[in-house]
């Protein structure tokens, strides 16, 4: 089989058989295929796409190209979660303990931030000694002891995926449907779960700006589960402004606590006690989607999720104590509140401009590998549809470095859009596709 026939055939809009796309994922990841041919390769896909056949066969190649975890000796509905990535989103920090507090079994694989987009991993790093890299046996104890466990995504697991994904990201390809859905449902695959929830952002702040590309990729997603087996759904949330009101990663730890503590109310929590519902409905533990919102709420209200994420952080090696002290949380040394002359109703909030502005001020990284700062960031004390008055705080800034406030300033403010009358609701959930 010759690798330069099959990017003609491609190239040309041929359908590839479901051997040439192994050969294909088997030899790149051997090192057999140069980084060189593959990006003529992934042009030709950008631009001639695959088909569903094609996308399900590059799925289960790249879902075999290393190490699968081993999650048959876990009793229970063991389940998975994913997002398409946003800003402010902490969601992950309580689904885990939430999924383990309402009787279902979760292993999370999280990677880190990367541009404007916040990393789990990251967040997990700002608890005091709380470890994000186990081995395989210490991620199945947790799985086994208390429901949960999740750590950093490992080389020997979905090795394709990892050298693609970097590939991609340089040779202008990352938008292409196929390689994104593929990239998303392998990992899946391969850690075994029984069911699957993803949360597809869709705005300004959001990979999918656009509606209706976003549903395209969680119907992409969904059929490609259905395709290998995989019982999946997908909510499509927006992103248009931030999830929560903490943009940063010791900030986004507070606000998590708050939720798990059932001391507030809001997006972050909405969106997840969906998503932890629709697992609930797969698992069959309930028989509505009110009836999976309503346990799931019982058990933040009762405190078993908050107790759950106390052993998360307990079992890997962290400090529990927090989400009694929050001062044992790293915190910046400087904080500035940003007002606006304006009076009225905030009517946009871009998420982008924020996500920008906490990056710059050090709580992301532009490049992999970057160090960052994980005291600093955003709070925002005004949301879409709050009322401003004159001189009214809308964000504080946490910083220790000023080198970039001026920037992280302008573009907070110019995040802001204020009407002088309130804007109607945004819809957080846009549409569930299953």
């Known amino acids: ?47 001639n796409s695959f088909d569903r056949e094609e996308t399900a066969q590059l799925t289960r190649a790249m879902a075999n190209s290393g190490d699968q975890l081993a999650l048959s000796g876990i009793e229970g509905f063991k389940v998975d979660k994913h997002s398409s990535g946003g800003v402010g989103d902490s969601v992950s920090l309580v689904l885990v303990p939430l999924v383990a507090a309402v009787g279902l079994k979760i292993g999370k694989l999280s990677g880190r931030g990367l541009g404007h987009t916040g990393g789990t991993i990251d967040k997990l790093e700002s608890i005091p000694g709380f470890r994000v890299s186990l081995s395989t046996e210490e991620f199945l104890a947790g799985m086994k002891k208390d429901g949960m466990a999740i750590m950093e995504h490992t080389s020997d697991l979905v090795p394709a995926d990892q050298k693609l994904y970097e590939l991609r990201d340089v040779t202008g390809t990352v938008e292409s449907l196929p390689l ?54 997908a909510l499509i949330t927006d992103m248009n402004q931030p999830l929560g009101r903490a943009v940063g990663n010791s900030l986004e730890v507070r606000e998590a606590i708050k939720v798990l503590k059932d001391e507030t109310s809001g997006d972050l929590r909405e969106v997840t006690v969906n998503l932890v519902a629709e697992l609930l409905l797969q698992s069959g533990k309930v028989d509505s989607k009110k009836e999976g919102v309503e346990l799931t709420e019982d058990k933040l209200a009762s405190g078993l999720a908050l107790e759950k994420f106390e052993s998360l952080i307990e079992n890997q090696g962290g400090n529990s104590k927090i989400t009694e002290d929050s001062n044992l949380l790293t915190a910046s040394e400087n904080r500035l509140e940003i ?96």
């Open 180 to 233: 994104i859905i593929s990239s998303i449902m392998s990992k899946k695959i391969a850690c075994g779960p029984d069911g699957v929830v993803l949360d597809i952002k869709s705005g300004a702040g959001a990979i999918m700006k656009e509606f209706d590309r976003a549903k395209e990729l969680a119907q992409g997603c969904v059929d490609i589960g259905k395709e290998v087996g995989l019982n999946v759904t």
């Open 339 to 434: 007002q606006l002359e304006e009076e009225g109703y905030v009517s946009k909030l871009d998420a982008l401009k924020i996500g920008r502005a906490a990056n710059i001020l050090g709580a992301g990284r532009q490049e992999k590998g970057e160090e960052i700062d994980y005291a600093v960031g955003i709070e925002l004390e005004k949301k879409i549809g709050d009322e401003l008055t004159a001189s009214n705080t809308v964000a504080r800034v946490h910083y220790n470095d000023d080198s970039n406030l001026e920037e992280a300033k302008t573009l907070i403010r110019d995040a802001y859009t204020v009407s002088p009358t309130p804007p109607s609701t945004p819809e957080l959930i846009k549409e569930r596709v299953r």
């Open 1 to 47: 089989m010759s690798f330069l026939d099959l990017v003609l055939k491609k190239r040309n809009g041929g359908k590839l058989e479901s051997e040439e796309i192994d050969f294909l994922v088997e030899n790149y990841v051997a090192g057999e295929i140069p980084d060189y041919q593959m990006s003529a390769f992934l042009m030709a896909v950008y631009f």
